[in-house]
């Protein structure tokens, strides 16, 4: 999902770029409705995330708990240990998808 609806340099997703090609999009499976609010949780927090120079920064646990008051959330140890999961995946997709920009404009040697 993050790989798909990351924006690239010229604003364009890579779901909108496969579409835009006739290329096939890899569906995402929907989540049991019990557990369907917390990617909404997590989004919203990722919202709020800081950035650095290399790109955005793990959620810490001041600002989920800053979150957790000021939405009034009640928030289960189990979900904080789900989020920060999704949170190492999402950082890690993102790396990912920086370091595959990166070597597009990286000058070929030879050229």
Known sequence: MVRQNFVDEN???RRQRLERFGLP???IELLPDEVR???EWFWDLNSCRAS???GPQPLSMT??????????TL???EEIAVIREMDAAYLAAVAR??????DRT???KGS
């Not at 800053?66 to 009034?72: A, D, R, S, Y």
């Open 11 to 13: 604003g364009e997703t």
């Open 25 to 27: 999009v890899a569906e």
């Open 37 to 39: 609010y917390l990617p």
């Open 52 to 54: 650095g120079l290399n």
């Open 63 to 72: 600002e989920l708990s800053n979150w957790i008051v000021l939405t009034g």
């Open 75 to 77: 928030v289960r140890r």
């Open 97 to 102: 998808e920086q370091e595959e920009m990166a």
């Open 106 to 108: 990286r000058p070929r």
